[in-house]
Structures are given as C-alpha cells and as structure tokens.
C-alpha cells in the first residue's frame, strides 16, 4: 500500500512541476486592444507567469516591476494618467 501511495505522490508531483513550468506570461481578460484606461487614478495592470518570474511594465513613459507570487499572481500599479488622445503602447515581458 505504502508502496502505490508513493507511486501516486510522485506521479502527481512530477504533472503539477511541469504544468507550473509549461505556464507563460499572460495579461488577465481586460486587458485587450483599443482598450481606455481610468484617468487621474492609480491603474492596476495584472496576469499571470511562472512563480518567482520578474516582469516588467511599460507605458506612458512609466516602467514598473512585480515578481510573480507562488501563484503566478502579479500585479503593478501605473501612476496616475493625464487626459491624452494619442494611441499608447502598454508593453508587457518577462
């Protein structure tokens, strides 16, 4: 019994260690073309990577960081943003 049980334990710690390193960067659902960003408010951007992967955000001239948690939760807040017309480029890596 001891046996099978250990068998059973492996197996399924061997799937969970690929699946977790098999995920890669992703933006959570809002976050889609031509989207409008809130003005004059702090503005969340978030998603999901591999636990422990930094990822860097850029936009609007602002660069911020997060490390993704156990998880593979992040989230960085975007300073406050002017009233602008022009097209921006929010830019996500890892």
Do not use: C, H, Y
Not at 24 to 52: C, H, Y
Not at 68 to 79: F, H, I, P, Q, R
């Amino acid at each position: 019994m001891n046996k099978r049980l250990f068998t059973l334990f492996l197996a399924l710690s061997m799937a969970l260690s690929v699946s977790a390193a098999d995920q890669q960067l992703e933006l959570a659902v809002p976050f889609t073309d031509n989207m409008i960003l809130q003005r004059e408010s702090k503005v969340p951007v978030w998603g999901f990577d591999a636990p422990g992967i930094q990822i860097t955000v850029k936009f609007a001239g602002q660069t911020k960081t997060a490390v993704a948690d156990k998880n593979g939760d992040w989230m960085v807040k975007l300073d406050p943003l002017k009233v602008s017309r022009e097209e921006r480029g929010l830019e996500v890596k890892n």
